[in-house]
């Protein structure tokens, strides 16, 4: 089994985009689900998007659709998180997490392979 590692978080304005990157040289990459989650402090882990396997089918949660989109390089074993105009709300860490299959779903306990996580800091 490999190992995910995500990278892109930091400190940025509210307004600003990022674009989070998770990567695992271990999996036969393009035969897992992968999917962000994240966490606030004193909150839940909560889901906020995947992919599918072959990058056909994405699944966002309503409250962050139209900000964020989820994509995937399986050429480079990659997927992406990209938020724009983001809010002092979106402050977390933020992880990515893979389950084998094609079926996206949106609680922790069906995700087997999770990072270390990144996190993402947003002034006002």
């Known amino acids: 089994q490999g190992q995910l590692v995500e990278s892109g978080g930091g400190l940025v304005q509210a307004g600003d985009s990022l674009r989070l990157t998770c990567t695992d040289s271990?999996?036969?990459?393009?035969?897992?689900?992968m999917a962000w989650f994240r966490q606030a402090p004193r909150k839940e882990r909560e889901f906020v998007g995947g992919?599918?396997?072959?990058?056909?089918?994405?699944y966002y949660t309503e409250s962050l659709k139209g900000r964020i989109t989820i994509s995937r390089d399986n050429s480079k074993n990659m997927v992406y998180l990209q938020v724009n105009n983001l809010e002092p709300e979106d402050t977390a860490v933020y992880y990515c997490?893979?389950?084998?299959?094609?079926?996206?779903?949106?609680?922790?306990?069906?995700?087997?392979?999770w990072g270390q996580g990144t996190q993402v800091t947003v002034s006002s």
């Open positions: 997490a893979a389950r084998s299959g094609q079926t996206i779903t949106t609680t922790p306990a069906s995700y087997t392979n």
């Open positions: 271990g999996l036969t990459f393009d035969l897992w689900t």
């Open positions: 992919i599918n396997w072959s990058g056909s089918r994405t």
